[in-house]
């Protein structure tokens, strides 16, 4: 069974740092792009960040809102994916999901996990 | 960016109604749109990808079409579980954008 799990998500002042984790499980993670979303009262669904296969070389992305203050990582001998968050923002609160993802001859593979809150706020 | 517009935001319907959302993308996006599901605490769940295809497991009275710029998802015969928030999503680039949502609400 396929198994995402995020951790990770807290209360935090603006202008602090945090970081999220996610544990897969269930499939072969490294042939997996892995990404994050986020879920916010303002803005909606949006993607964030996504860090690509082992096999695409590991390349990462981001979100022009959190460019330069996120960092994505993927440790593939732990099936874990992180997203580093420095000089957090009110605007960054939200859900934040963990997506394992590929598109491989015609199926489109898409595991979510549950969400992670993070709250940015004096 | 290519921005997804939804509409509409809000939608009453029945049991049994045939229920259409649309959505546009500001640019060509060929047929990379999938359709998801969401549910009051829990994550998105595709429904349809690449503007037609059925996910395995999701129930047949659920259907997409378009291409380009035109989106359509369809639920033939709305069924009590299928009262959810349902979003488009684009994936012609890395930089996935998704529609604003579409409530469908008990009449």
């Given at each position: 069974e396929v198994q995402?799990?995020?951790?990770?998500?807290?209360?935090?002042?603006?202008?602090?740092?945090?970081?999220?984790?996610?544990?897969?499980?269930?499939?072969?993670?490294?042939?997996?792009?892995?990404?994050?979303?986020?879920?916010?009262?303002?803005?909606?669904?949006?993607?964030?960040?996504?860090?690509?296969?082992?096999?695409?070389?590991?390349?990462?992305?981001?979100?022009?809102?959190?460019?330069?203050?996120?960092?994505?990582?993927?440790?593939?001998?732990?099936?874990?994916?992180?997203?580093?968050?420095?000089?957090?923002?009110?605007?960054?609160?939200?859900?934040?999901?963990?997506?394992?993802?590929?598109?491989?001859?015609?199926?489109?593979?898409?595991?979510?996990?549950?969400?992670?809150l993070v709250t940015v706020s004096t | 960016d290519i921005q997804m517009t939804q509409s509409p935001f809000t939608l009453s319907a029945s049991v049994g109604d045939r229920v259409t959302i649309t959505c546009r993308a500001s640019q060509n996006i060929h047929t990379w749109l999938a359709w998801y599901q969401q549910k009051p605490g829990k994550a998105p769940k595709v429904l349809i990808h690449k503007a037609t295809s059925l996910q395995n497991g999701v129930p047949s009275r659920f259907s997409g079409s378009g291409s380009g710029t035109e989106f359509t998802l369809t639920i033939s015969s709305l069924q009590p579980d299928d009262f959810a928030t349902y979003y488009c999503l684009q994936y012609n680039t890395y930089y996935r954008t998704f529609g604003q949502g579409t409530k469908v609400e008990i009449k």
């Open positions: 995402l799990v995020e951790s990770g998500g807290a209360l935090v002042q603006p202008g602090r740092s945090l970081r999220l984790s996610c544990a897969a499980s269930g499939f072969s993670f490294g042939d997996y792009a892995m990404s994050w979303f986020r879920q916010t009262p303002g803005r909606g669904l949006e993607w964030v960040s996504l860090i690509r296969s082992v096999s695409a070389g590991e390349t990462t992305e981001y979100a022009a809102s959190v460019k330069g203050r996120f960092t994505i990582s993927r440790d593939n001998s732990r099936s874990i994916a992180h997203l580093q968050m420095s000089s957090l923002k009110i605007e960054d609160t939200g859900v934040y999901y963990c997506v394992g993802g590929r598109i491989v001859a015609g199926t489109f593979e898409d595991y979510w996990g549950p969400g992670t | -």
